[in-house]
């Protein structure tokens, strides 16, 4: 891929999870519902950077900040 995303959310069957790899995010919030029972969903929450001279949008750039380090996510049964 020559782009990659910063977070990447896969609703799935799957049991529900948040991971950093390789700089990016990966979130599986699971499903909101399953049958008659409630499922589970993500509170995603990106937090703005310190400085506007750590900001960069240049890949490669040794001051970005990866959203892994400014991203808090809880995961929420219904």
């Keep these: 891929m020559q782009t ?3 977070i990447l959310i896969t609703p799935s069957q799957l049991k529900p999870f948040v991971r ?3 700089n990016v995010v990966l979130l599986n919030p699971g499903l909101s ?3 008659l029972a409630g499922g589970t969903f993500a509170r995603l929450s990106v937090h703005p950077q ?3 001279e750590s900001s960069s949008s240049v890949l490669g750039d040794p001051q970005k900040t990866f959203p892994a380090s400014i991203t808090s996510v809880d ?3 219904l």
């Design 50 to 52: 310190a400085s506007p």
């Design 4 to 6: 990659m995303p910063d």
């Design 33 to 35: 519902s399953k049958g």
């Design 20 to 22: 950093a790899h390789d």
């Design 75 to 77: 995961i929420v049964r």
